[in-house]
């Protein structure tokens, strides 16, 4: 990515996290919720960290902090597993990991394959509310993965592909430091593999890229499907995240 995307990207985690600049990613730091930080009002933890190596935790005031010995084992603080088990000491439940991942370049042109219909199918603005088939289709786990359950429908942006007068794909972009940056995708089951999310995806993406310098994506780690597409359209991972509460 761009220098000053880099910048913002790494100015983003900082104020996040409550760590200094100069110690994001670099070693592991263990410390309360910043007053200033977006996690101030958040009562549960959150653990991130990047394959350079750095790994950060940030906790409610007053919180039970796990052992010297797992902060300290390189190989083990990583392992969702591990955090799982602190989330069972402390009767909390882990949510993620998840992969943050962001493109500043227009993204990669993604052909669909398999079907005509789909090859012909446009990407439309469309009004989130309008999608209650699709939801119904993908079950309430998809929906709410994809950021859909949180879209304000008069603020934020969705788009579809329609085929046959039917959604059979939707993206949506919601707030990511200050801007709608922040791409959420869902393929209705019968449409999925012939490139529909990646085409969606990327229209989405291209908008936050044109009209905002940044888009993100964000993917739980076991999500292969999602993380293929985010990487075929350019999206760089940056850390893997996840949050016990």
Excluded: K
């Excluded at 939707?170 to 940056?181: E, I, M, Q, S, V």
């Excluded at 350019?234 to 016990?244: H, I, K, R, S």
């Amino acid at each position: 990515m761009r220098e000053a995307s880099v910048r913002s990207v790494e100015r983003w985690w900082s104020t996040v996290l409550g760590v200094p600049d100069d110690e994001l990613w670099c070693g592991t730091t263990l410390r309360p919720h910043s007053p200033t930080s977006p996690l101030s009002v958040y009562g549960g933890w959150w653990v991130v960290w990047s394959s350079t190596g750095g790994l950060h935790v940030s906790l409610p005031p007053g919180a039970c902090e796990p052992d010297d010995e797992l902060l300290g084992d390189t190989h083990r603080r990583t392992e969702p597993s591990v955090w799982r088990a602190v989330a069972r000491e402390r009767r909390l439940r882990v949510v993620g990991p998840s992969v943050h991942a962001y493109l500043d370049r227009a993204p990669a042109v993604v052909s669909t394959t398999a079907s005509a219909a789909a090859d012909g199918a446009e990407v439309r603005r469309w009004d989130p509310r309008d999608l209650t088939d699709l939801r119904d289709r993908v079950g309430p786990g998809a929906w709410g993965e994809s950021g859909f359950r949180d879209v304000d429908p008069l603020t934020d942006h969705c788009f579809a592909v329609v085929i046959a007068g039917t959604v059979v794909a939707a993206a949506n972009l919601t707030p990511f430091d200050g801007a709608p940056r922040d791409v959420g995708v869902l393929v209705a089951p019968p449409w999925r593999g012939l490139g529909l999310g990646a085409r969606v995806g990327g229209h989405a993406a291209a908008y936050a890229v044109r009209h905002h310098g940044l888009a993100r994506w964000r993917a739980l780690s076991d999500n292969r499907a999602s993380l293929t597409v985010a990487r075929g359209l350019g999206f760089e991972p940056w850390c893997t995240q996840l949050a016990l509460r």
